[in-house]
């Protein structure tokens, strides 16, 4: 649930090199590649976070000045109701009202992704879009939560079982933000951001005791990532990645796309701050092994479509 990039990225044609675009019509006509979904997959279906933050700032009459930041309003909303789930209920209840996308479109991005022979889909949403998609293009999948939260194992939900092995015909759709079957899974106050992001550092560095089903870190770890609709402010998507990619040997390492939602730059930013964003940005990106397009899930899925049929 993030704004739309500014134009100005786009013109500035920092988009995918050929060589970046073969290789992943490759990897993904190959079923090499594991999506991994964030909210920009979403718009314009969902309201973007800056907007549903105002509309929740309203309603709970927040008083401090900065109304845009999700995950601070939804804490003041628990704060008010003196019960955090009601707050995810509610906003179960939000995202449950909104018609779905329309999978028919070839283009529409979970639409297109499940046309592809992919076993395993990754994502930070809470809705079931991704699990819809593949049930209109006739696959069985399984959909699984990350179990970040205590008590998590009381939860069917949360459970992958040791034998499963996900399959073009059976996928498995993995959330590691929470779904909305189970409110009380929802990643959506600051104090559950911080509890997840405490909870996958302290895992991660435990071993034997994964927080990521073997299917999953299998699968991030020998596989190239398309990342769908994060920003460099995501700090799920910062977390996630740094520590796979920290955790690899260099000769383990695969090149990864991202379709980046960009940081704004003010109304109207000078050339010379363009070029210095540029420039970290496309140099942050290329440290991590990851080709990067600047735009929206849309754009880069009505040309990644197109070169598919041409492929």
């Known amino acids: 649930m993030l704004e739309s990039p500014p134009n100005v990225w786009r013109e500035l044609g920092d988009v995918l090199e050929d060589r970046d675009w073969t290789r992943l019509v490759r990897q993904l006509k190959n079923g090499d590649c594991a999506p991994f979904l964030g909210a920009g997959a979403c718009a314009p279906t969902l309201p973007v976070a800056t907007k549903l933050s105002r509309q929740w700032a309203a ?14 309003v939804t804490q003041f909303a628990a704060y008010h109701e003196m019960d955090p789930v009601t707050v995810k209920q509610l906003m ?13 479109t070839p283009t529409q991005p979970h639409a297109l992704l499940a046309s592809q022979p992919i076993s395993v889909y990754l994502t930070t949403n809470y809705d079931n879009y991704m699990t819809m998609a593949l049930e209109h293009a006739n696959r069985a999948p399984e959909t699984r939560v990350c179990p970040w939260f205590k008590g998590a194992d009381q939860y069917p939900i949360t459970s992958v079982d040791d034998e499963f092995r996900p399959t073009i015909e059976r996928p498995l759709v993995y959330h590691l933000h ?25 895992r991660q560095a435990r071993e034997g005791d994964p927080l990521l089903p073997p299917q999953v870190s299998f699968i991030m770890s020998t ?13 799920t998507f910062r977390a996630v990645f740094q520590g796979l990619y920290e955790s690899l040997a260099e000769v383990q390492r695969r090149r990864h796309v991202s379709i980046q939602l960009t940081p704004p730059l003010g109304r109207k ?5 363009k070029a210095r964003a540029v420039t970290y940005l496309t140099k942050y990106y290329d440290k991590l092994n990851i080709s990067v397009f600047w735009g929206s ?14 492929a």
């Open 59 to 72: 309603e709970y009459d927040y008083p401090f000045p900065d109304k845009s930041k999700l995950d601070e």
């Open 269 to 273: 930013p000078s050339p010379a701050a």
């Open 223 to 235: 596989r190239p990532l398309l990342f769908i609709g994060y920003s460099l402010s995501d700090w």
């Open 297 to 310: 899930a849309q754009a880069f899925c009505e040309e990644l479509g197109q070169r598919l049929q041409a």
């Open 92 to 104: 179960k209840d939000k995202i449950a009202s909104v018609p779905p996308p329309d999978f028919t």
């Open 178 to 202: 929470g779904h909305l079957e189970e409110p009380g899974s929802l990643v959506l106050t600051a104090e559950d951001y911080l509890e997840f992001l405490i909870t996958l550092t302290k």
